[in-house]
Nanobody
Framework: VQLQASGGGLVRAGDSLRLSCAASGRTFSRYVMGWFRQAPGKEREFVASISRNARSTYYKESVKGRFTISRDNAKNTVLLQMNGLKPEDTAVYYC????????????????????WGQGTLVTVSS
């Protein structure tokens, strides 16, 4: 699976952005998808995950209520809608895929993911 993230940019605090991750291959629906981010000088951290069937989602506590992860298996795409952005959301955002055998599982452990995109930079000014 090859992943291509896009949609990053420079925005002001309170603005919104939508990140998109396009996946290659015909088995996209077999993968749990996740978004991670890495802020300058910090380790990469989990942001959100969505199950194969999109019925389960899981979020980092600090983004709950502001970010929404979704997927379209027909289009091999996973989205991260980010509202109410804060300067502390500034980071390079990565999408990732983990092969899963269960429809409803989500994963937050970085080491569990099998494939990674190249990252897209989100900068939020105060």
């Amino acid at each position: 699976v090859q992943l291509q993230a896009s949609g990053g940019g420079l925005v002001r605090a309170g603005d919104s952005l939508r990140l998109s991750c396009a996946a290659s291959g015909r088995t996209f629906s077999r993968y749990v998808m996740g978004w991670f981010r890495q802020a300058p000088g910090k380790e990469r951290e989990f942001v959100a995950s969505i199950s194969r069937n999109a019925r389960s989602t899981y979020y980092k506590e600090s983004v709950k209520g502001r970010f929404t992860i979704s997927r379209d298996n027909a289009k091999n795409t996973v989205l991260l809608q980010m509202n109410g952005l804060k300067p502390e959301d500034t980071a390079v955002y990565y999408c990732a895929a983990k092969f899963a055998t269960e429809d409803s599982y989500v994963w937050y452990a970085e080491r569990s993911y099998d494939y990674w995109g190249q990252g897209t930079l989100v900068t939020v000014s105060s």
